[in-house]
């Protein structure tokens, strides 16, 4: 098998490299971490105002002073995407995926709704919303939350949309469902207690109960809309660390700032304004393998999603939330120096629309100013943008009718908030991507049909460039990284195309012997804005008479 790597390089300035190399095999589209795991992992806890203080103050001067060096994401392929791991599943980036798959999202078991009476084991004993952990008829596990008196429908519909819709772009998350029930279908036994504060438990009583429910939304016929989310299979280890990996997992091999799969969740997260990013929020499980019971590996899973979609900040009355840390000194030092008078305090118009069910969902926001609600995680706070084009390029895959289909299935009362959260996502995706795609050269989707080199410019796929003013510049070179072809300048069209150069082999007084095929060519692109002049390549095997793209990257 001969090889003829011809490289696709995108760029406008003058200063140029040599051309990369290419190996010719095929990308790695799934990861070996799955590797038997004997011995369960130690648990980690979180101590919340411990690892409030540490993300905030602590580790921040810390990490300064360490002056760490710029380094890109790594758990990347050749061509700089992300392969299916324990961490995350390829799904809508790489195919379609249907209306009724989406909706279903990671159901396995089923909601508990035709399953009552719930029998309540304990009361939800990490974070403020109000829930508890339950039994329904099967003896399936649930945590049940409720929306908070005040906020009917709004927790309860942002947990699974947000729930569904990362399930779609790849990661891990429990199986959630939309349930109503009425007070009767809880039921207290002998074995249910009440998690108080420092680890103590109490007897939960009838008392304790109509407590509870008093502070949750209720509809006029009695009945409570909750969301039920089932405990999952295995083992729970605690949320992964920020930073570093773990020392007891052997397949934990990347530091966990530097995942894409994980850096890349800030363009995603800041689509769904999904503040709430916290290690309470995260869970890493020990399952067995389904395949082979004897094995088994840790799995990652992300979790609590009711304070996305502006939730958190209308709940908590405070619009800063998504656009300023809970404490943000850039911010704080900002207000002393304009003495309370920052022009820039973009929150304070930030509005509280007036439909049930929606918080503060701003559909016209920035997304290079959004930001989680701690400064805590890492990966997240890292990610460049190499990050965001990967996470930009997946959630746009994301038609209006998928978007319509995963927000209708949480039956908000309202057809108004329907109509408006579906037009919110679809302004925000627009938005993440707009911002993720003008920081690179967005060249994607490269084939060919073995005489052309044919790619999708996103900013045009999208329509969020214009095609007038885009050039493409295409020039071939050799092995040597000598020029072989004169550069040619194309205008965009509907798809680009680009002849290969096979046939140009006789260069600089050189005639190759066609069993030594190893010229290059190189495509280069410029024009629509400053970073779409920055380097782009792909590279093309030719395997006797047949070429396929091989490694196509940012």
Not at 48 to 68: E, K, N, Q, S
Request: hydrophobic letters at 40%.
């Amino acid at each position: 098998m001969k090889l003829v790597p011809i490289l696709a390089c995108l760029l406008a300035c003058r200063g140029e490299k040599p051309a990369p190399r290419f190996a010719n095999q095929r990308p790695v589209t799934v990861v070996d971490d799955r590797r038997d795991v004997p011995h369960r992992p130690a648990k980690r806890t979180v101590k919340i105002d411990l690892y409030h203080f540490d993300g905030t103050f602590h580790r921040r001067i810390t990490r300064a002073l360490d002056v760490p060096r710029t380094q890109r994401a790594r758990g990347v392929n050749a061509l700089d995407e992300v392969p299916d791991s324990t961490w995350f599943t390829n799904r809508i980036g790489v195919r379609e995926v249907p209306l009724h798959e989406l909706v279903a999202g990671p159901a396995r078991v089923g909601s508990p709704q035709d399953h009552r009476p719930w029998r309540i084991t304990r009361t939800k004993s990490i974070g403020d919303a109000f829930g508890f952990q339950v039994v329904d008829g099967r003896g399936e596990k649930y945590l049940v939350k409720f929306d908070r008196l005040g906020s009917p429908e709004m927790e309860t519909s942002a947990h699974v949309i947000v729930n569904r819709l990362l399930w779609g772009v790849g990661y891990n998350v429990p199986e959630d469902y939309i349930a109503r029930i009425r007070p009767d279908d809880l039921i207290l036994t002998e074995t249910s207690v009440v998690a108080e504060p420092g680890g103590r438990e109490r007897p939960f009583t009838i008392q304790d109960l109509a407590t509870f429910l008093a502070g949750v939304e209720a509809n006029p016929d009695g009945t409570m809309r909750v969301m039920a989310s089932r405990m999952l299979d295995g083992a729970p280890l605690g949320g992964h660390p920020d930073e570093g990996v773990r020392r007891d997992d052997p397949n934990d091999r990347i530091p966990h700032e530097l995942r894409r799969d994980l850096r890349g969740a800030r363009p995603v997260f800041a689509w769904l304004d999904h503040v709430d990013v916290t290690e309470n929020n995260m869970l890493d499980m020990w399952v067995a393998d389904r395949a082979d019971p004897r094995r088994h590996y840790v799995e990652h899973y992300w979790l609590d999603f009711g304070k996305s979609l502006g939730a958190m900040a209308a709940i908590d009355r405070d619009p800063r939330l998504g656009l300023e840390y809970g404490v943000d000194f850039a911010q704080m030092t900002g207000s002393l120096v304009w003495l309370g008078l920052r022009p820039d305090r973009v929150w304070e118009q930030r509005l509280q629309w007036p439909l049930r069910g929606i918080g503060m969902y701003d559909p016209s926001f920035d997304p290079a100013a959004w930001k989680p609600t701690w400064p805590n995680y890492l990966p997240v706070r890292l990610a460049d943008r190499f990050d965001w084009y990967w996470g930009a390029k997946i959630i746009m895959r994301y038609t209006p009718a998928q978007l319509r289909a995963v927000v209708e299935s949480v039956g908000m009362s309202d057809p108004r908030s329907t109509e408006f959260l579906v037009g919110a996502l679809v302004m925000r995706q627009r938005r993440v991507a707009g911002y993720a795609f003008t920081h690179v050269n967005p060249l994607d989707g490269f084939s060919t049909d073995g005489t052309r080199l044919c790619f999708d410019d996103l900013l045009l796929t999208y329509g969020l460039g214009r095609a007038e003013t885009t050039r493409y510049t295409i020039r071939a070179r050799d092995r040597l990284d000598h020029p072989i072809e004169p550069a040619d300048v194309l205008g965009a069209a509907e798809r680009p195309r680009v002849r290969l150069a096979g046939a140009a082999l006789r260069r600089h007084g050189r005639l190759h012997d066609p069993r030594d095929r190893d010229d290059t060519a190189a495509l280069r692109a410029l024009d629509g804005g400053p970073h779409r002049a920055r380097p782009e390549h792909a590279g093309v095997a030719r395997d006797r008479d047949l070429a396929r793209v091989i490694t196509p990257s940012t």
